[in-house]
């Protein structure tokens, strides 16, 4: 049977960690053919981010014309675009209708605090998403207003989803919310609490980009975005309980992607 592919739109991560390599294992864990368009080449590893080397717009719009240009893509997801310059290229893309169920995470910094991506270019590409994943720090950089409990968290969504994307998920695996994670999703008007046990470890890095890749995964397959997001809520659960005891790195380590199917 041939499985259904899906688009990732994203910088490389060395490590492996996050960005088109987190996003590639989460397809391939999912049962998707993962395709890629390459936003930017960073140096780094569990510890930090070395290095970023945003690639030209013209090189971004080359690879998804060959991409589109030959698969049937059912699914898109966007993380790190680096550059207003390189998000014009992809809302372009999608203003033209070319990237369908498009899901927006809008990297702008790194779990080591290392910035890759400007909020400008994030909103040029707002407008276009069926469904946009900011962590808490995003949400708050994209509202302007602290988000800092679930109560302002509901807040963030509501506020961004009367903007532009249809669907929105503040996530909050770091929130204090007596030993849970607990996101935010507003879907049609409705806002739900999505809630699952906390698991503790330090190898936590490319959780977002996990997240909305595995929404992607779920948006090809045709499901409704609420259970999409219920599915990849667990998906990235149990990656996180797989790598607890993992010794990759030094730093923030990645995520068991394939533990759950072992």
Same mark, same amino acid.
């Given at each position: 049977m041939t499985p259904q592919t899906v688009l990732t739109i994203a910088g490389s991560d060395s490590g492996a960690g996050a960005g088109i390599q987190a996003d590639l294992k989460t397809f391939a864990a999912l049962g998707a053919y993962g395709t890629s368009?390459?936003?930017a080449v960073t140096a780094q590893n569990t510890r930090g981010v070395d290095a970023v080397l945003p690639l030209p717009p013209q090189t971004v719009t080359d690879q998804l014309d060959s991409v589109l240009g030959d698969f049937a893509v059912r699914a898109v997801k966007t993380g790190m675009l680096g550059t207003p310059?390189?998000?014009?290229?992809?809302?372009?893309?999608?203003?033209?209708?070319?990237? @369908?169920r498009l899901v927006v995470d809008p990297v702008l910094v790194a779990t080591s605090g290392h910035r890759l991506g400007v909020?400008?270019?994030?909103?040029?590409?707002?407008?276009? #998403?069926?469904?946009?994943? @900011?962590?808490?720090?995003?949400?708050?950089?994209?509202?302007g207003g602290p988000v800092t409990t679930v109560e302002e968290m509901v807040a963030a969504a509501e506020a961004l989803a009367a903007g532009g994307p249809a669907h929105v998920v503040v996530t909050g695996g770091d929130v204090d919310a007596a030993g849970e994670s607990v996101d935010v999703l507003v879907s049609g008007g409705t806002t739900t609490l999505l809630r699952a046990p906390r698991v503790a470890t330090r190898h936590n890095h490319g959780t977002g980009c996990s997240f909305s890749? #595995?929404?992607?995964?779920?948006?090809?397959?045709?499901?409704?975005? @609420?259970?999409?997001?219920?599915? #990849?809520?667990e998906y990235v659960t149990r990656a996180l309980t797989g790598a607890r005891g993992w010794e990759l790195g030094a730093g923030r380590g990645p995520l068991d992607h394939f533990g759950w199917s072992r």
């Open positions: 368009v390459l936003t310059a390189v998000a014009d290229a992809v809302a372009a893309a999608a203003r033209d209708g070319r990237l @369908p909020v400008d270019a994030v909103e040029r590409l707002l407008p276009y #998403a069926e469904v946009a994943t @900011p962590n808490r720090a995003e949400a708050a950089a994209l509202t890749a #595995a929404i992607a995964v779920g948006l090809a397959a045709g499901h409704p975005v @609420p259970v999409a997001v219920a599915a #990849a809520k």
